[in-house]
């Protein structure tokens, strides 16, 4: 009971200076002095009736104060209100989740119910702040009982799974927009590549989810939609999901770097004629390791090295029939994988050295797909396909909160963007959207 004496009397002396604070008073001073009296006073800065909970009643309530004089037309204790045709009407408490955790407000009435706040509207029982705080934490991975836990444990607040899913499902129509929006003209090149997640349709099965991933004219990253798919991954459904890239305005793709799918480079050829299909250099090797023991996984890597890096055609060939003949003997199966797949590996070796680096060394897809693999592993499997994507989605707008992988991005394809703008001389005209 004295701390929440305290606690009263602390935000009354704040608003006491607020009152009579002198011009040359700034804002900083009276902060600190309400800090220094709390501390004194021994009143906590956060938890229940902490300074920071009362501060943020004493805002709330003093901006909803605001609204209804602008709504009535008369402040408080003013004269007139009754002539008006409508007045003030008391208050109704009601406790809003905010991210110092719960605080009781009074929200002010009039007589005709007419009056609608903005800054804490009705049936609303959390701030925004809290919604996006739960977004974030959603997009890391966290499920929808380990956000409950979290704020209960961290801002002694009480939120059930349900609420937590309801507000993640607000950015469900941000993502049908975001999903459907126009596209660049031409892209340099676009990752593709599918991750499978479990869901529950009748029974749990692993299904695809199809991502595009594209490095615009400028060099920055774009993803360009997420699609879920039945069954394993096939190139019919890549067809499909290239189809409907191309109808969103993408009318060119310098470059395609892909996995070894059968059938995919002729259903990226039936979409853009003019693109150049790239085996995936990462993908390759991980193919080649499952084949392979993991005792020799670095001999592997050390022995197709000379391979993807040699300066022509012929020279990898001759170090890849080096390779075959040191290790084709104890995994066939790598030699063949290599066989199957060269005519989409070796086109990168023509190109300048910029474009072959960026190309095999940066594995771009891998690291979003990486950021999807954390945040769909804690769920282990999903209700739907909605629920599925909805999880996906949010890992993905979460990537680079600070904007700082973007300038490295970048910075790092400045010089390959000047080697494509010569190499497909004429193609590469600014985006537009």
């Given at each position: 009971m004295t701390t929440v004496i305290q606690a009263s009397e602390a935000t009354d002396d704040l608003e006491d200076a607020v009152a009579r604070k002198e011009p040359q008073t700034s804002d900083r001073e009276l902060v600190a002095k309400l800090v220094e009296q709390a501390r004194a006073d021994g009143l906590e800065l956060v938890?229940?009736?902490?300074?920071?909970?009362?501060?943020?009643?004493?805002?709330?309530?003093?901006?909803?104060?605001?609204?209804?004089?602008?709504?009535?037309?008369y402040d408080k204790h003013e004269r007139?209100?009754?002539?008006?045709?409508?007045?003030?009407?008391?208050?109704?408490?009601?406790t809003v989740i905010t991210d110092v955790g719960p605080v009781e407000i009074s929200v002010p009435r009039d007589r005709d119910a007419s009056f609608e706040p903005k800054i804490v509207a009705k049936r609303q029982r959390r701030l925004s702040g809290v919604d996006e705080m739960v977004i974030s934490l959603a997009a890391k991975g966290l499920t929808t009982g380990e956000i409950s836990a979290?704020?209960?444990?961290?801002?002694?607040?009480?939120?059930?799974?349900?609420?937590?899913?309801?507000?993640?499902?607000?950015?469900?129509?941000?993502?049908?927009?975001?999903?459907?929006?126009?596209?660049?003209?031409?892209?340099?090149?676009v990752?593709?590549?599918?991750?499978?997640?479990?869901?529950?349709?009748?029974?749990?099965?692993?299904?695809?989810?199809?991502?595009?991933?594209?490095?615009?004219?400028?060099?920055?990253?774009?993803?360009?939609?997420?699609?879920?798919?039945?069954?394993?991954?096939?190139?019919?459904?890549?067809?499909h999901v290239l189809t409907e890239i191309k109808n969103r305005g993408v009318a060119d793709a310098l470059m395609v770097v892909c996995d070894g799918l059968k059938g995919l480079p002729?259903?990226?050829?039936?979409?853009?004629?003019?693109?150049?299909v790239q085996t995936c250099v990462v993908h390759l090797l991980r193919a080649s390791f499952r084949y392979a023991g993991r005792q020799h996984w670095d001999a592997i890597a050390k022995a197709l090295r000379p391979v993807y890096t040699a300066p022509t055609e012929a020279a990898a060939l001759e170090r890849f029939m080096e390779f075959a003949e040191a290790w084709g003997g104890r995994y066939p199966a790598i030699v063949k994988l290599w066989e199957d797949?060269?005519?989409?590996?070796?086109?990168?070796?023509?190109?300048?050295?910029?474009?072959?680096?960026?190309?095999c060394s940066t594995n771009a897809i891998e690291s979003v797909n990486a950021r999807i693999r954390r945040a769909v592993k804690a769920r282990g499997h999903?209700?739907?396909?909605?629920?599925?994507?909805?999880?996906?989605?949010?890992?993905?707008?979460?990537?680079?909160?600070?904007?700082?992988?973007?300038?490295?991005?970048?910075?790092?394809?400045?010089?390959?963007?000047?080697?494509?703008?010569?190499?497909?001389?004429?193609?590469?005209?600014p985006a537009s959207r």
């Open positions: 938890g229940e009736n902490g300074l920071l909970g009362r501060l943020t009643k004493l805002v709330l309530e003093s901006a909803l104060e605001g609204e209804i004089t602008d709504h009535l037309g007139g209100g009754s002539h008006a045709g409508n007045a003030r009407n008391g208050t109704r408490t009601k979290h704020l209960a444990e961290v801002y002694g607040t009480q939120v059930s799974k349900q609420t937590i899913s309801t507000i993640t499902d607000k950015v469900i129509e941000g993502m049908t927009e975001w999903q459907n929006r126009p596209l660049d003209a031409v892209y340099p090149v990752f593709i590549d599918a991750i499978h997640v479990k869901i529950r349709d009748g029974q749990v099965a692993n299904r695809p989810v199809y991502v595009a991933l594209a490095v615009t004219v400028d060099g920055e990253r774009d993803i360009l939609g997420l699609w879920a798919g039945d069954g394993g991954e096939g190139a019919k459904f890549w067809l002729q259903a990226i050829e039936q979409v853009w004629p003019q693109t150049v797949a060269w005519a989409e590996f070796v086109p990168f070796l023509n190109f300048d050295a910029e474009i072959r680096r960026v190309i999903f209700p739907n396909e909605q629920a599925a994507l909805k999880c996906v989605y949010m890992a993905i707008m979460s990537l680079d909160p600070t904007g700082k992988g973007r300038k490295r991005w970048v910075t790092r394809w400045k010089a390959a963007l000047n080697a494509f703008a010569i190499t497909f001389e004429g193609r590469l005209s």
